[in-house]
């Protein structure tokens, strides 16, 4: 992708001087401030559509020099919203070895060690993800915190293939798994509001939905990612380590936070 990083000249405070968007309204991730949430009786459960991948599927794993991400199967969407939104990728935000602190979206400022996104787009209106992804109803994310305790099984089906994609742009193909996994076991409880993407370009075209509780990885399983990936290409003189790959929280402004759940 384009030149933008997390930090030093190119990073997250000179993103607006390239990229407009960035210093404008509906930005993301965001704190959800227990004040400002605001139960909606209207917000259904998240309902998933095929989600659990056959291992005889051959799924896209890469290093973007931004994130690890996966390239994820069309037949895979979320259903329960009002149009149809099909699932492009999924990839994380994650901390540091020294601090297993790198969500993108916070809990009463409280940051989790990591944030899975699976983003889709809304199949019933746009052909493809590039048309869908500067429309305001263009994209839906799902938001999954991650916080370090238990072992991930599920994380095993990305982290055991980690080591062939370390530096910017490398590839490999990974079997399917089911992809729910990653997921929490209540799809019921989610925070939802109206933002952006939290990277360049940050168009403000994304349905959040970040659920309430966390997944964790084991502490292994966090320093594995935290310390596998560069964001530099192979031949690179100088290696750059790829952590710390997350961004700040933005100004609510006069957003409402909707949440599913009381209390
Ligand atoms: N946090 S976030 O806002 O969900 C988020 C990221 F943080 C993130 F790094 C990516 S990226 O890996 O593509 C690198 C920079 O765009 C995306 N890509 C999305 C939106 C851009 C176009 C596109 C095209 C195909 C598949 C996915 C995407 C992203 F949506
Ligand atoms: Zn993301």
Partial sequence: GA????DGPQGQDHWSERYPYCGGALQSPIDFESDLLRFDPTLRPIEV???KLSPNEQLTLGNNG????????PMMSISSLHNRYTAAQLHFHWGSASRPAGSEHTVNNKQYAAELHVVHYNSDKYPNISTAVDK???LAVLGVLVEVGMFNPAFEHILKFINGIKYRDQKVKVPGFNIRALLPTRLDEYYRYDGSLTTPPCYPSVLWTVFRNPITISRKQFLTLATALYSSNAQDSAPMPLNNNY??????DSRLILVSFKE
């Fill in 247 to 252: 961004r700040k929280t933005q100004p609510v």
């Fill in 49 to 51: 559509q095929n989600y």
């Fill in 3 to 6: 030149k933008w990083t997390y």
């Fill in 136 to 138: 305001s109803d263009g």
């Fill in 66 to 73: 931004h994130s690890v991400q996966l390239s994820l199967s």
